[in-house]
């Protein structure tokens, strides 16, 4: 395994702020869930990555992403659990505003995320990351 915890997160930063849905999609696994803030669910890359197209188009059109592990545990020799604190925006600099858990999986030389689940974060959360 040639692949980091922050080579796969850059990947998906990049991909967000290029607003590149294949390539997003592409980070996550064929049979991956994802679960936003907003209580929706998607099932599969194929779905995570036309969604995607209409996020980046629409909702979240020229955004760019921050994210921050911060918490990486090892579950077994070919799958990772990272907590991190994200956020996406056009300000400068981007606040911090959810929790994201990506469970990763070793796929060949490089991870892919099989469940993904976005919190936005507590108030009280918000000033410990943002101080």
Known sequence: MT???EGFLDRVRQAW??????????????DASYVIFLGDVMFGRAEI????????????????????????????????VVVTAGGIGTASPIAFDKFQTY?????????????????????????IYNP
């Open 17 to 30: 702020d290029a607003g590149d849905a294949r390539r997003y999609g592409e980070q996550f696994a064929e």
């Open 3 to 5: 692949d980091t915890v």
């Open 49 to 80: 990555t036309a969604t995607h197209h209409d996020v980046f188009t629409k909702w979240q059109q020229g955004t760019r992403m921050v994210v921050k592990p911060i918490n990486v545990r090892a579950v077994d020799d070919t799958t990772t």
């Open 103 to 127: 469970t990763l999986r070793n796929h060949g030389d490089r991870y892919e995320c099989v469940a993904f689940q976005n919190t936005e974060m507590s108030g009280r959360a918000k000033r």
